[in-house]
């Protein structure tokens, strides 16, 4: 279609240009010529001088003996073909067109290609809406069939209680006598919140596969534009669209494009928006109620949304769609593994288990990146291993393994992850150490994943203080294995986390006696977008930031004092990293007791030298980036 308007439009102006060519153009012949006399015209015929006479209208081209070019006019009516023939002259004479459409088209023509054009141009800059120029105020509502790939509940997973929130609005538009019996009215609006890439869209689609009605679907953004009074109009155009087809669906994504708090912002706000707000809420719940219409609206900004866009009567039900915890990550990943061919050895419930905090969109993501990897190396089903190495690419990183480190960078990283690990697995409440690196992935030279073994609900404060001791692990194997002046910047990344950690402890949880339980987290620079610090007492701040300096020294003290007393654990892991370079949970059990690894394609059969066969590196430069998130 796009291609065809612009092929039209070169036509159309070749077309004007050849208009205004012919137009203008006639008489250039004549401009060439120069111009004499007409008495001129005659003495020169009565002198033999003249050869050939071409005779248009009033115009006289001359050629004279010589073959130079003049031109003339001849008086209106006067007859001079008769003269010029009696004295030998060669005449031609050019045929007239009579005046009519043909010679009012080519007067008026170029001027309609004109107003053509400026038309053409005027409706590609309002959006080439439905109607052409005069559709500006139309809805850019689309009706959403079957053609476009239908979803339905069984395509949807890891949401339930979404679900059946939805399933009952369905049950609705299929059987209202089911409740209108009891009383019970349709409800008017459901609004899906939650993180992006959680279902909402997937959700919505999924309602109008199941519903068997119609179901129009619009962006929040395509109500708002730069000229006032546009935005108003196309809500109600939507809504006659919808009337026509009722009982129908309308979904609206991204809500908060056009549903923000009114009067907040510099002026007022935007009085476009502002005018489309109030004509969505008069047509949703006004005077004329909209029975049989059912909106829907998507948003991860709720917190955004004026509150009159909110209340009972218009979304009746606010649905939340949180991230998935272990059991719907595990359905979720069945779904989108349903078009891959997938090997006897994956276990979706162990990738489950270690992808904790993904969304929808990234558990398809991580089947589609898992497929992509088993076609890269010829494989006919994916495996556990494409599973493992894509889970690992998109929670680390690509590996950089083109990045040369020099022996020194990559012992330092070693001794450096091998502190995040073994005191990570000291720590009871800690989360299992998941692997172990030193290859560079993303802007990290090495790092230690630790998983939960179920979705964490809540944090309590002895699994903080653990949590920080893990993060500071980092700078305590450094500074044991090369003192103080050997210590590298590779903790930065930890001292960011250790800190944020902390401080939420501090300000926000009450998990300090001194401070006490009182939410300081709005006070402090950084926190909701507060530019102006502390805005409490300087003897209060202090007593803040010292306490969180204490749980991070507290700490830095434990990591040091586990490292000191395992020592030959931390040798031992610290070699094993440097020989094989990525390690597994199990296989860093077995290096910390000194067991012999399973040969394999990766890790050969081998024997962890003991401690005493370590040799104690001297001070290394500083690796560059951070190496070690904990």
Request: hydrophobic letters at 40%; one cysteine or more; glycine letters at 12%.
């Amino acid at each position: 279609m796009g291609n065809a308007r612009n092929l039209a439009f070169w036509v159309v102006l070749f077309l004007m240009i050849l208009a205004l060519f012919n137009l203008f153009g006639g008489g250039s012949s004549q401009m060439n010529s120069r111009q004499i006399s007409y008495s001129d015209f005659i003495q020169r015929v009565e002198n033999d001088q003249v050869a050939s006479v071409t005779i248009d209208g009033e115009d006289v081209g001359i050629t004279m003996s010589d073959g130079q070019q003049y031109a003339t006019v001849r008086p209106q009516g006067e007859e001079i073909a008769g003269e010029l023939i009696a004295q030998g002259v060669e005449v031609q004479v050019v045929k007239q067109q009579q005046s009519g459409f043909m010679s009012l088209l080519g007067v008026w023509l170029p001027f309609i290609l004109l107003i053509g054009v400026w038309i053409f141009f005027m409706n590609r800059m309002q959006g080439g809406g439905k109607g052409g120029a005069m559709g500006f105020g139309k809805s850019r509502a689309k009706l959403l069939t079957e053609k476009h790939g239908r979803v339905t509940f069984d395509d949807v997973a890891g949401i339930d209680e979404a679900k059946e929130e939805l399933e009952e609005i369905v049950e609705f538009l299929r059987n209202p006598q089911k409740f209108s019996r009891l009383g019970g009215k349709i409800p008017k609006g459901a609004l899906l919140v939650g993180p992006p890439g959680t279902g909402k869209t997937l959700l919505a689609r999924a309602i109008a596969g199941e519903a068997g009605v119609p179901f129009f679907t619009i962006s929040g953004s395509d109500f708002v534009e730069m000229f006032v009074g546009v935005g108003a109009s196309r809500v109600r155009d939507m809504f006659e669209q919808a009337k026509k087809s009722a009982p129908c669906i309308l979904f609206i994504d991204e809500i908060d494009a056009v549903g923000r708090s009114r009067g907040v912002g510099i002026g007022g706000g935007n009085d476009e928006r502002e005018q489309t707000l109030n004509q969505l809420l008069v047509e949703m719940d006004g005077f004329e109620a909209n029975e049989g219409i059912i909106i829907i609206a998507a948003t991860n900004r709720k917190d955004v949304l004026d509150p009159a866009l909110l209340r009972p009567g218009r979304f009746d039900r606010q649905i939340h769609v949180p991230n998935p915890d272990i059991k719907g990550r595990e359905k979720i990943l069945g779904v989108h593994s349903r078009k891959v061919p997938v090997g006897p050895d994956v276990d979706l419930r162990i990738i489950a288990r270690g992808t904790p905090g993904f969304s929808g969109a990234d558990l398809m993501n991580l089947v589609n990146e898992a497929a992509l990897m088993a076609a890269r190396i010829g494989r006919r089903f994916v495996s556990m291993e494409d599973f493992e190495n894509a889970k690992d690419k998109v929670m680390l990183g690509v590996e950089r393994r083109s990045m040369v480190l020099t022996p020194e960078q990559k012992e330092k990283t070693a001794y450096h992850e091998a502190g995040h690990a073994i005191v990570g697995l000291s720590m009871p409440k800690c989360d299992p150490v998941y692997k172990a690196t030193i290859i560079p992935r993303g802007g990290a030279l090495g790092m230690v994943v630790s998983l939960p073994e179920m979705d964490r609900l809540n944090f309590h404060k002895d699994e903080a203080k653990q949590k920080i001791a893990m993060t500071m692990a980092g700078k305590a194997a450094e500074i044991i294995k090369y003192g103080e002046e050997g210590v590298s910047n590779g903790p930065a990344g930890d001292i960011q986390q250790a800190s944020q950690l902390a401080r939420a402890m501090v300000m926000r949880w009450g998990m300090s006696d001194k401070v006490g339980a009182v939410d300081y987290a709005e006070a402090h620079e950084g926190y909701s977008g507060n530019t102006g610090g502390f805005s409490v007492s300087a003897s209060t701040k202090e007593m803040i930031e010292q306490e969180v300096r204490d749980l991070i020294e507290e700490g830095y003290d434990t990591a040091r004092s586990i490292l000191i007393e395992k020592e030959e654990e931390f040798e031992r892991l610290a070699k094993g990293l440097l020989e094989y370079e990525t390690l597994t949970g199990e296989e860093i059990g077995k290096i910390i007791r000194g067991e012999t690894l399973d040969g394999d394609d990766d890790h050969p059969g081998s024997t962890i030298p003991s401690v005493a066969s370590v040799p104690k590196a001297g001070k290394a430069p500083r690796p560059e980036g951070d190496p070690a998130p904990a």
